[in-house]
């Protein structure tokens, strides 16, 4: 026999004699229980070890949305309002920490993520009763429940922290702790239940009308933004705007924040995979790109215009990315997320420069420009964009193959779903708005004095200096 | 005894300093200020809108003088102060009625 067929011969009778073995095997009879209970113990093990790798991204990413708050909004925010106002800016983030926490444990988690109807949460699960260690398979099945309800807590401080960006410099601690409160109740609540609540109207999976939100771009910041627009219009201008001349104090901490909030973002739009699977690497590369090409649109677009690309720009078209690729982030292709971010760049800044000066209207800190808008792009190119190859949202055919969710892979009709989540979000928001608006202002007032309005928040709401140059 | 106030660009102190104590002035206050004379501010953009930032970034010195050592502190200031364009600054003489030394009471020229 020549050399050349040795190998092969020696491979096949060593797989050969094993194969033919397990062959015979069955014919032995059931395996025993010993042996079952190994497997049973070896699955255990297995589903273990997953959740383990899931468990810890998300329970990472809900510390990384939280550090989105403090200190990514309030050296953001912070960095940009006058100094005498720094530590009253800050507080009305850090407040949400608190008030918000609280509220969640008691009620909120329950309205927004109970079974309830297609429109708001029961209270079941107020006190996080029934609440527990083990997954629910609604929410994200190889993590534990209060892991999902801690991970969605952090999304439920932000939401009413960015609306604060509308109302700078110019609204009552005790006023805006009360506001803030009750919007995230009536409005943010809502607005999540109906997305990503189980039984909500426009949730993916059998909504009325099922809308792609992966991480929140119409719960987060539409319902912000557009809320952040009705404040900035019913509360009037800071004295002075837009004659005085308000720079930010200190670019240098605005510019830290946002990298803060850069960096938090991932945690936001990737831990929103509720796994540590491929899905979350998707929504983890979309934010990346995304903020890349937002500043360099926004920079661009300002170096067009003003002649000098601004640091301002630069780092408000990184968070406009950012914002408008949240709700694509889990279900578009990385090019759709450079497209997306560079759009929102462009149009954002278009937004913030022009149509904000038309109009005339006080949003200090354009949470209406960035936010607002940007969620409402977002949510739109998310229509057109979603591909079932990074996300079989509505499931798979019968041959396997995922079915279309958005626009390019045929799904034109998605895009009527997401205008209807946008519409329902710009309306709850609204509305919501207004009414407390108007209830607390008629109570206890909103605006701040003319005389602590000049003094500044730091001195006149907290009895405190943000900074002692002389200490 | 004789008070000198000059307003300076911020980048000339260290030269304007250097030149005060070499001519034999011992003591001197600096002050931070912002101002403008005929200098036009610089804009700046804000949210692409463009504002015009009029209170420039300026050094102030002053010191107390004997009345012989006027001409040799005006000569070293506007040697090492000057650059030749708007913005430069400007000297301001004016009589002092009286000067204290703190630690020991002196008072008058040996004061200063």
Known sequence: MCRRAFMPLILLVSLGLPTGALAVAPALGPSPPATQAQVAALEQAVRDAQSAGDNAWVLVSATLVLLMTAPGLTLFYGGLVRRKNILGTMMQSFAMMGLITVLWALVGYSLAFGAGNGFIGGFEHAFLRGVGLSPNPNYGGTIPEQTFMVYQLMFAIITPALITGAFAERVKFSSMAVFLSLWSLLVYCPMAHMIWGVGGVLNVAGGRWPVLDFAGGTVVHITSGVAALVCALYLGKRAGYPHENMPPHSMVLSFIGAALLWFGWFGFNAGSALNAGPLATSAFINTQFAAAAGAIGWVISEWLQNGKPTALGAISGAVAGLATVTQASGFVQPMSALGIGLVAGIVCSFMVFKIKRYFGYDDSLDAFGVHGVGGTIGALLTGLLASGAINAAFGKDATGKPIATGAIGGNWHQVVNQAVGIGTGWSLAILGTLLLLFAVDKTIGLRVSAADEAEGLDLSQHGEEGYDFNG | ?112
């Open chain 2, 1 to 112: 005894m004789l008070k000198v106030e000059a307003i300076i660009q911020p980048a000339k102190l260290d030269a304007v300093k250097e030149a005060l104590i070499e001519a034999g002035i011992d003591g001197m206050t600096i002050l931070e200020a912002r101002g403008h004379g005929r200098q036009k501010g610089h804009s700046e953009f804000y949210r692409g809108r463009e504002y015009t930032i009029d209170l420039l970034p300026k050094v102030k010195i002053e010191m107390v003088v004997n009345d012989d050592m006027k001409e040799k502190v005006v000569e070293a200031i506007l040697r090492t102060a000057r650059t030749g364009h708007i913005g430069d600054g400007k000297i301001f003489i004016s009589r002092v009625d009286d000067a204290i030394r703190i630690r020991n009471d002196e008072r008058g020229e040996t004061a200063i």
